[in-house]
């Protein structure tokens, strides 16, 4: 997990100063070293006025970018390899000079600039090389520029100013050295492009806003150097490469320095995101103010649950936190010591330092109250589980009690009967009057208890629902009711346990009511269904005034519909009757549909 803190001193926490200013040292110097190469190249008399601007563009370009990369950010070494460069630039220049030892120094640092070079492209954006061939690519470049083109000044007679470093004199070791020297630079010119390429191909839109200028040079650099490798010396193919080298070379700095210029000036979409704040959004809205405050459509928001310890996205789902070297990074957002979400960006971003905790703080009350609203929204999503589960369980043990009555007491009671009638029959005419009587009316009594018994069972779960389905269980309800009763429904197939129950409890109560409390005559039942919903309507022409607040049936019938995310609604007008309706979705309480029959 690669976590981020947005709050700056958590960063310098990390951060290992030196004691003396290393970076503005060599910068220091590297200015002197400018001023003296430019007034050496001014004498030389052998360098165009363009070649002349254009290597001071460059070599004081990549010193300013560099202190302005190390001010930024010090623990990085991109601001002291781009100090480097810009230093060896000048220290190149100084083969210029008449003094023979400052002459033979500049011999030796001939191309020193291009290995810091290679490092600062390949090492660009967090100063480190990321992989095993970007660090091979570098060792050859600074065998090249350290080890193979010094060894050439070995060999090289110089005139007017003589080499102090001649061993010597050899013109052809010395330009077949040259020559590989070329080649390598080349070798390595040519992997470079291969690794930029690749990483520009992997980047998400933040990292290429990064490596934009160092990938335009690094490519036009890289196939200069190839083409000058390739081609040879020859004077058009060397000039022509040069000029490439050299344009390329004022890009990177000036490249880099622009883009710090448009990482400051992005801090105006701060701006827009803090208008943009001003109005309540919904979480989709926040995430889409905030990928463009940070220029990162890719980016995610999770928000914290300190009860299940995870970070959910706007629509409770779980977020995943980027892994290390994913290429993502997270960020996370912390009100008075509290974790409130975590912002999942492309790794890039952390280059925006500064931008980042900008949006992160000026974005933290929204992401506050979406983390709270979020947490809410779980905590309901919970409360209807449980709550369908609650039902569920009420209803599977309504069934267990019906089916314990049904054939533990019943057939008990039905054989008291049968034996009690065969008692009858045996003593019919031998026993006296009382004792016929006695018998007579236990079993009328038994008669009457399980007749009792069996509606008891009906009113705790029809079997009749659990076997036949909602329809017939209806129109058993219909056929015993002493009201005027009028069924509108079309056939329908098996739905869930669930809402099958919850349906046939809206009819049976709201008849119950109807008989109970409306004086009413007639009563319509329409029972509806299309692909996503289950509509059920009981309508008496009663006296009206029913309240779902004043007694249990009606609240508990809310409670059991509600659970199945569908709705009930009473009409009740005094004098004018009473309509209660509930629509169910279709979906709702389990898709299994109710077994067919009883086992
Ligand atoms: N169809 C109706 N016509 C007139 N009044 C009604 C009707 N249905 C309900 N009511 C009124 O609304 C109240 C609440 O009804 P509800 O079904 O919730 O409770 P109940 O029938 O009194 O008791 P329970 O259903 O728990 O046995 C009833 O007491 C009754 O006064
Ligand atoms: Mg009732």
């Known amino acids: 997990m690669v976590v981020g803190a947005a709050r700056p001193f958590r960063r310098r926490a990390f951060t290992v100063r030196s004691p003396i200013p290393v970076v503005y040292g060599i910068a220091g110097f590297g200015v002197l070293l400018g001023v003296v190469g430019l007034v050496l190249k001014v004498r030389h008399h052998q360098h165009s006025l363009v070649d002349t601007v254009l290597g001071g563009v460059g070599g004081f370009g990549f010193l300013c970018a560099g202190v302005v990369a190390h001010t930024r950010q010090p623990a990085n070494r991109v601001g002291l390899l781009m100090v480097l460069v810009g230093t060896a630039f000048f220290a190149e220049d100084l083969q210029m000079s008449g003094i023979a030892w400052v002459h033979s120094v500049g011999l030796l640092l001939a191309s020193a600039s291009s290995g810091f070079t290679a490092h600062l492209i390949l090492a660009f954006p967090s100063g480190r090389l990321g992989s095993r061939l970007a660090r091979l690519l570098v060792g050859a470049a600074y065998a090249a520029v350290f080890v193979l083109a010094p060894a050439t000044v070995l060999f090289g007679v110089t005139w007017p100013t003589p080499n102090l470093l001649l061993v010597v004199p050899d013109a052809g070791v010395n330009a077949q050295v040259g020559n590989a020297c070329r080649i390598l630079g080349a070798v390595v010119a040519v992997g470079m492009v291969a690794v930029l390429l690749a990483r520009w191909v992997a980047a998400g839109l933040p990292m290429r806003r990064v490596l934009a200028p160092v990938f335009l040079s690094g490519l036009v650099g890289g196939a200069g150097t190839v083409v000058y490798g390739v081609l040879g010396g020859a004077d058009p193919v060397l000039s022509a490469s040069r000029w490439v080298y050299q344009v390329a070379f004022c890009l990177l700095p000036l490249g880099y320095l622009a883009w710090v210029g448009r990482v400051r000036l992005g801090r105006t979409a701060l701006g827009s995101l803090l208008g943009a704040l001003r109005e309540p959004l919904s979480p989709s809205e926040l995430r889409a103010a905030l990928a463009r405050a940070l220029g990162d459509p890719s980016l995610q928001v999770g928000y914290w649950r300190p009860a299940a310890e995870v970070f959910v996205d706007g629509d409770g789902r779980p977020l995943a936190m980027p892994s290390a070297g994913s290429g993502r990074a997270a960020t996370l957002v912390e009100r008075d010591g509290r974790r409130v979400a975590a912002l999942v960006h492309d790794a890039a971003l952390h280059e925006d330092g500064h931008v980042l905790t900008a949006v992160t703080g000026a974005a933290g009350l929204a992401l506050e109250n979406q983390r709270l609203a979020a947490e809410v929204r779980a905590q309901l999503a919970e409360v209807r589980a449980s709550r369908g589960r609650i039902v569920a369980a009420a209803d599977a043990e309504r069934r267990r009690l019906e089916r314990d009555l049904h054939d533990g007491a019943q057939p008990r009671l039905v054989t008291a009967v049968l034996s009690l009638r065969l008692a009858q029959q045996r003593l019919d005419g031998v026993a006296d009057a009382a004792t016929a009587a006695l018998l007579a009316n236990s079993a009328a009594g038994l008669d009457a208890a399980i007749v009792e018994l069996r509606e008891f069972a009906r009113g705790i779960h029809p079997a009749i629902l659990t076997d036949a389905g ?6 058993a309800l219909v056929e015993r009711s002493p009201l005027d009763v009028r069924l509108v429904a079309a056939a329908m197939p098996r739905l869930s346990p669930a ?33 996503d919903l ?66």
């Open 534 to 599: 289950l509509r059920i309507d009981v309508t008496d022409d009663g006296v009206g005034g029913a309240d779902i607040a004043a007694g249990s049936g009606l609240l508990g019938l809310l409670d059991r519909v509600s659970a199945l995310d569908g709705g009930l609604t009473v009409h009740s007008v005094p004098g004018r009757g009473t309509s209660v309706s509930a629509a169910l979705p279709r979906g709702s309480g389990g898709n299994d549909p109710a077994p067919a029959g009883r086992p």
């Open 499 to 531: 809402l099958e129950a919850a349906a046939y409890f809206v009819v049976a109560e709201a008849m119950t009511n109807a008989l109970k409390h409306a004086r009413a005559e007639h009563v319509r039942i329409t029972v509806e269904h299309s692909a």
């Open 470 to 475: 909602l329809l017939p269980a209806i129109q």
